[in-house]
């Protein structure tokens, strides 16, 4: 098992940023990548970010592209997802997941394990 605890999300301006974090704990060996994924009122599950948490390298959905950074922190086994010039269409619940999938993973059903999700509202 994989736990993963979101935090950071919260309101903000058009044009601001916001950090989020995301804890996890427990098999994180089984985790070969991590992501971001977001949903809004109304809408599917929609991918955002992915990292391979060994070495790093990233991939982003087009729509924040230049905007958002994914990152990790070995030593405190953190997630993060930076958030710059945000856009009231980026409102949703962004959620954390974990994957055992090495390649480019975009999919909601080949990521195993869930955070509970942190709400982001951006007013325009």
């Known amino acids: 098992q994989v736990q993963l605890v979101e935090s950071g999300g919260g309101l903000v301006q058009a044009g601001g940023s916001l950090r989020l974090s995301c804890a996890r704990s427990g098999r994180t060996f089984s985790s070969y990548a991590m992501g971001w994924f977001r949903q809004a009122p109304g809408k599917e599950r929609e991918f955002v970010a992915r990292?391979?948490?060994?070495?790093?390298?990233?991939y982003y959905a087009d729509s924040v592209k230049g905007r958002f950074t994914i990152s990790r922190d070995n030593a405190k086994n953190t997630l993060y997802l930076q958030m710059n010039s945000l856009k009231p269409e980026d409102t949703a619940v962004y959620y954390c997941a974990s994957t055992t999938i090495l390649g480019i993973t975009t999919q909601t059903n080949d990521y195993s394990y869930w955070g509970q999700g942190t709400q982001v509202t951006v007013s325009s």
């Open positions: 990292i391979k948490w060994s070495g790093g390298n990233t």
